[in-house]
């Protein structure tokens, strides 16, 4: 698949998992099928980590966006960054970075630059703003096909469960923070979309009214928080 259809709405639909168990399947770039996190919301959080902290290191994180190192899972008993050999990164999925330049080139956006300036003036506020704009694309591709796939049981839990993996990495602490009323209604929100999935046990049919109403107002809520990191 080029750089150019990586994430776009139509290239998901097509791309929707034919097994949802599968081991090797994944959507949106899945780390682990039964946790539903993905890569790009585990190599954000390094990033975060590494830019947040006292001891910053904005050229770790420079090098975890474009995709020179990837994060692997930490075990309880293992301190500090766990970082993926060679070997063990070259069957995962593309960089962010990759990944926000494909979403500039179909959005017309400029994140790309946006990050790569904010990690090069060590600015982690507008670093933030610039992935909160990524993320907020990802969202809203993501209620697409979830909308375009609501009859299916499986593939709508697993996009579900990516959406709130997606919303909890990029949106939870900045509304707790700056925006608390707006984060008690995008729970809220969430919580009516996941009531008009289908369900398998027991059986429940979906409720495309009560999600397209339900999505609308997600996106309303998001957009009303959209800021968009201006580059110095």
């Known amino acids: 698949m080029s750089p150019k259809a990586i994430l776009a709405p139509a290239a998901l639909a097509a791309l929707v998992l034919t097994s949802v168990g599968a081991a090797d399947a994944h959507l949106f770039h899945f780390a682990n099928v039964q946790s539903r996190e993905t890569q790009v919301a585990r190599d954000f959080r390094l990033i975060k980590e590494l830019t947040q902290w006292r001891n910053k290191d904005f050229l770790l994180a420079a090098q975890v966006y474009r995709g020179e190192l990837r994060p692997r899972e930490r075990k309880p008993s293992e301190p500090g960054y766990l970082l993926k050999a060679d070997y063990q990164r070259r069957p995962t999925s593309p960089p962010l970075k990759l990944l926000v330049q494909a979403m500039d080139r179909r959005r017309g956006t400029s994140v790309d630059g946006e990050i790569e300036a904010a990690l090069a003036r060590r600015d982690e506020a507008g670093l933030e703003a610039a992935f909160r704009t990524f993320f907020h694309a990802q969202v809203q591709d993501l209620l697409e096909v979830l909308e375009q796939r609501l009859a299916e049981p499986q593939p709508a839990a697993t996009l579900f469960a990516v959406l709130t993996d997606y919303l909890f990495t990029s949106y939870e602490v900045f509304l707790a923070l700056n925006h608390p009323r707006v984060h008690t209604q995008v ?46």
Do not use: I, M, N, T
Request: charged share 25%; proline share 13%; aromatic share 2%.
């Open 187 to 232: 729970q809220d929100a969430l919580a009516h979309l996941r009531g008009a999935l289908p369900g398998a046990a027991p059986p429940k049919p979906a409720d495309p009214a009560g999600f397209a109403r339900s999505r609308r107002r997600l996106e309303s809520l998001l957009a009303s928080v959209a800021v968009r990191a201006a580059p110095r």
